[in-house]
């Protein structure tokens, strides 16, 4: 079965300071991989997603880079945090070949920045 | 640009009630409109989904009834019950664009015993 793991679980960093956030699928392959940013009591908003490795879109200009250095593992970095990057981040695939098909979510990271 | 709009924001329904949540959507080629469950620190997880080419589609107590020329679907949960509570979230997608999901701005949900 397909699992997807997402770490740390919460994370306090202080301004300025690098991020790197992991997000590993299993079972899979190929998968369609997203970051996304949930800002308390709102909604989910698309950071960046990737259909293959090292092919990232990013959905929205920001602080935040991703990257998929193999096929199973999608990386959110920040070279410098700011005070607006304090969220819940989900990491989350799809099957790439099935239409309109199920998302399948991470636990998230909970992310303060200070 | 917010593609899906939800509402209520929040929603507070007596147990063995129906909650209601409504969500409306601009681009019509979004063809999948799924709902999501999120608890409290945790990921989002599908409840139910529906495609456009039909217009109710229930498991259990709960019911997603779809217009498609009014452009809005909404969530039923019928019978509501306190293990119900949590943020649920509307979305919507087009196959061809990479299966990318787009989220209406979630409703928190609380069911009163």
């Known amino acids: 079965s397909q699992t997807i793991h997402q770490w740390p679980a919460t994370l306090v960093q202080p301004v300025g300071s690098p991020l790197s956030l992991e997000c590993t699928v299993e079972?899979?392959?190929?998968?369609?991989l997203y970051w996304y940013r949930q800002a308390a009591g709102r909604g989910l908003q698309l950071l960046f997603y990737?259909?293959?490795?090292?092919?990232i879109s990013s959905e929205v200009p920001q602080n935040l880079s991703a990257s998929r250095p193999q096929d199973r593992q999608f990386i959110l970095s920040s070279k410098k945090l700011l005070l607006s990057d304090s969220g819940f981040y989900l990491c989350?695939?799809?099957?790439?070949?099935?239409?309109?098909?199920?998302?399948?979510f991470g636990q998230g990271t909970r992310l303060t920045v200070v | 640009q917010q593609q899906v709009k939800q509402s209520p924001q929040s929603l507070i329904v007596q147990k063995g009630g129906i909650s209601i949540i409504n969500c409306a959507y601009e681009?019509?080629?979004?063809?999948?409109f799924p709902w999501y469950q999120q608890f409290p620190g945790k990921g989002p997880a599908l409840l139910i989904a529906i495609r456009p080419d039909v217009s109710e589609k229930k498991e259990g107590r709960f019911t997603i009834s779809f217009n498609k020329s009014a452009k809005q679907f909404s969530l039923h949960i019928m019978d509501s019950q306190p293990g119900d509570s949590a943020t649920y979230f509307c979305?919507?997608?087009?196959?061809?664009?990479?299966?990318?999901?787009?989220f209406g701005g979630g409703t928190r949900l609380m069911v009163k015993p």
């Open positions: 079972g899979t392959s190929n998968p369609n």
């Open positions: 681009n019509t080629a979004f063809d999948y």
């Open positions: 990737s259909v293959g490795i090292g092919q």
């Open positions: 979305a919507a997608s087009r196959n061809n664009a990479g299966n990318m999901l787009t």
């Open positions: 989350a695939w799809t099957e790439p070949l099935l239409m309109n098909t199920e998302a399948f």
